[in-house]
């Protein structure tokens, strides 16, 4: 019984792993609901411990995108803005630059969750108008947003935890100063690995860009002012880190608060509700109690390292540990052990455990909302060709991180 939930979640990255080779009608959501379940049933962990190891606040976040997003798409509003932003663009490949670093920099300061429940409906709507694969603008997305999210404090949840309790002064400008230059490095390194590996599928065409309409502009101005909330919130949650950070508030109430006006006083409210993408929040509910279970155990604690010392080490736990137990956890748990002379460890911390989302596609939340929310528009993001495109991508990047840490030491 002690070892069951380390089998289960063998189980669940096996199935996940499998279920287009061998066909199995299973969703994501739905392997690791069963995951979940089965370690309750079998009383290896107990249902009020299960409902504690929920995130409520993570849970709370992506309700709160998940309205916004979803109310940006079914207005009209992302799509006729993603037009004008996008329709002076000419070739495939400077599309692709595009949505690489578009992705980067908006999940640097709206965090990388919210960059990709925005960015999904916007990279198939370009696969399909410009005839390009959607896998192709949909791993350009999740790299994007990946990769972009590393140089920044707010860029993704386990930043934040190092910048809140890593002892670092001034968290954006150590983490710019820190982590700026070998992120634009990696992003380019990311469309170079992306034009390799999609040469046959990028044609050389001139794109023509259709028109876009705003559906319903009632819902579009709500959405827009939603939007306005969001990007307020975060600039004065940034300015709050520098001067008040005691007054900083969580992030939960930056979405809760963007997503008011569209719940409060939008009439089609219950069509939003009934639109935004349930499984994926089914998904993270089950993904945390399945991780509490194996957490649990103390088997996984045991394998960390007690002192790691080197770049080397922390680099490795971060990017192979948030293949088991997620990014947030693992930092969690490896802060304590740092030392605080060594803030190029802690730098080694963010990269290492953010760019796992490069390696397969339960290495980061954001890369799981980019999945689900591609199948439910009819898209399919399969875990081997990420692999196999993620994991060449994965090493370039932590040879570029390494060696900048290396030369900053």
Same mark, same amino acid.
């Given at each position: 019984m002690d070892h069951l939930p380390l089998w289960t979640l063998g189980g669940v990255l096996a199935l996940i792993a499998a279920r287009n080779l061998a066909r199995i009608p299973l969703a994501i959501w739905q392997i690791m609901g069963l995951g979940a379940l089965l370690v309750?049933?079998?009383?290896?962990?107990?249902?009020?411990?299960?409902?504690?190891?929920? +995130?409520?606040?993570v849970i709370g976040f992506l309700?709160? *995108?998940?309205? $916004?997003?979803?109310?940006?798409?079914?207005?009209?509003? $992302?799509?006729? #803005?993603?037009?004008?932003?996008?329709?002076?663009?000419?070739?495939? +490949?400077?599309? $692709?630059?595009? *949505?690489?670093?578009?992705?980067?920099?908006?999940?640097?300061?709206? #965090?990388n969750d919210t960059l990709a429940v925005i960015g999904t409906p916007i990279a198939l709507a370009l696969a399909r108008d410009h005839r390009l694969p959607p896998a192709l603008l949909l791993l350009a997305l999740a790299f994007g947003v990946t990769i972009g999210s590393v140089m920044s404090p707010i860029g993704n949840p386990q930043n934040?935890?190092?910048?809140?309790?890593?002892?670092?002064?001034?968290?954006? *400008? +150590?983490? #710019?100063?820190?982590?700026?230059?070998?992120?634009?490095?990696?992003?380019?390194?990311?469309?170079?690995?992306?034009?390799?590996?999609?040469?046959?599928?990028?044609?050389?065409?001139?794109? *023509?860009?259709?028109?876009?309409?705003?559906?319903n502009p009632q819902l579009a101005r709500l959405a827009s002012l939603s939007l306005g909330l969001l990007v307020l919130m975060v600039a004065v949650r940034i300015a709050l880190s520098f001067v008040a950070p005691q007054l900083a508030f969580p992030l939960v109430v930056i979405a809760l608060v963007a997503a008011a006006p569209l719940l409060l006083f939008s009439p089609h409210r219950v069509a939003l509700l009934r639109g935004i993408d349930w499984h994926t929040l089914v998904f993270f509910a089950a993904m945390f109690i399945l991780m509490r279970s194996v957490w649990d155990t103390g088997l996984l604690q045991s394998w960390i390292p007690a002192d790691p010392i080197g770049l080397g080490e922390v680099f490795g736990a971060g990017v192979l540990g948030s293949q088991l137990v997620s990014n947030v956890p693992l930092v969690s748990l490896a802060l304590p052990l740092l030392p605080p002379e060594r803030p190029d460890l802690l730098m080694a911390l963010a990269a290492g455990s953010t760019i796992a989302g490069n390696l397969t596609l339960i290495g980061a939340a954001s890369n799981i909302i980019i999945v689900q929310a591609a199948e439910r528009r009819g898209a399919h993001l399969g875990f081997w060709i990420f692999f196999a495109v993620g994991a060449p991508l994965t090493l370039l990047n932590l040879a570029v991180y390494w060696a900048w840490l290396g030369m900053m030491a």
């Open positions: 309750l049933l079998t009383g290896a962990i107990a249902p009020q411990t299960a409902w504690q190891a929920i +995130d409520w606040e309700f709160g *995108v998940f309205v $916004l997003g979803h109310a940006l798409v079914e207005s009209g509003w $992302l799509g006729a #803005m993603s037009a004008r932003l996008l329709g002076r663009i000419t070739g495939a +490949d400077t599309l $692709l630059i595009a *949505v690489i670093f578009a992705a980067a920099i908006g999940s640097a300061f709206l #965090m934040l935890l190092i910048a809140l309790h890593g002892g670092i002064q001034n968290p954006f *400008v +150590d983490f #710019m100063h820190a982590l700026g230059p070998p992120t634009l490095l990696n992003l380019l390194i990311a469309y170079t690995v992306l034009r390799l590996a999609f040469w046959r599928h990028i044609h050389g065409e001139t794109l *023509v860009h259709l028109p876009a309409i705003i559906d």
